[in-house]
T-cell receptor, first 114, second 115 residues
Framework: NAGVTQTPKFQVLKTGQSMTLQCAQDMNHEYMSWYRQDPGMGLRLIHYSVGAGITDQGEVPNGYNVSRSTTEDFPLRLLSAAPSQTSVYFC?????????????FGPGTRLTVL | GDSVTQMEGPVTLSEEAFLTINCTYTATGYPSLFWYVQYPGEGLQLLLKATKADDKGSNKGFEATYRKETTSFHLEKGSVQVSDSAVYFCALSPGRGSTLGRLYFGRGTQLTVWP
């Protein structure tokens, strides 16, 4: 198993550009989520999905879109990048919603918006 | 609502010192509790977990006991090593019945261990 994979590892954008951060998992997990990590702020939930075709907003959804057409993939789209979106982004997946299972994280994408 | 509060760092220790990182939580129902560790330049990985009151999670010499009476899940290690230098996150998962399946994270505690 590759676990949770993310691409790219690093990205530099100019203000106003759009891009998609890719996330895939090969563990057949129902639940997938996107976090951003900023110094002193811990992890903040952007969007999550409880299964293919079902997505919802987390704490900080503005400026981001998601879709979940398959169980495996959960891309995060930045519509018009802003310097405030400079951050490290983590994708994560989890087996179910019972509350006891481990959440697995990808290695992260470090994004800089100029 | 559900939340986690953990002690702020950074924490700096000498090798072989005793480590405690405090974590308290607020939750309705019966949450599961987790400690995740993040090594430099990497994603988070599970360190240990406890899914019901009085459970003790342990791994790699680290331990934490789920204390419902004090709503705490403090992380401890008797003798830290340089290789333990990392950021540690306490997290809570709401109990069965939640429709979110999400984890609520503390802000993380940076641990640096010197030789």
């Amino acid at each position: 198993n590759a676990g949770v994979t993310q691409t790219p590892k690093f990205q530099v954008l100019k203000t106003g550009q759009s891009m998609t951060l890719q996330c895939a998992q090969d563990m057949n997990h129902e639940y997938m989520s996107w976090y951003r990590q900023d110094p002193g702020m811990g992890l903040r939930l952007i969007h999550y999905s409880v299964g293919a075709g079902i997505t919802d907003q987390g704490e900080v959804p503005n400026g981001y879109n998601v879709s979940r057409s398959t169980t495996e993939d959960f891309p995060l789209r930045l519509l018009s990048a802003a310097p405030s979106q400079t951050s490290v982004y983590f994708c994560a997946s989890r087996q179910d919603r019972s509350g006891t299972d481990t959440q697995y994280f990808g290695p992260g994408t470090r994004l800089t918006v100029l | 609502g559900d939340s986690v509060t953990q002690m702020e760092g950074p924490v700096t220790l000498s090798e072989e010192a005793f480590l405690t990182i405090n974590c308290t939580y607020t939750a309705t129902g019966y949450p599961s509790l987790f400690w995740y560790v993040q090594y430099p330049g990497e994603g988070l990985q599970l360190l240990l977990k406890a899914t019901k009151a009085d459970d003790k999670g342990s791994n790699k010499g680290f331990e934490a006991t789920y204390r419902k009476e004090t709503t705490s899940f403090h992380l401890e290690k008797g003798s830290v090593q340089v290789s333990d230098s990392a950021v540690y996150f306490c997290a809570l998962s709401p109990g069965r019945g939640s429709t979110l399946g999400r984890l609520y994270f503390g802000r993380g505690t940076q641990l640096t261990v010197w030789p």
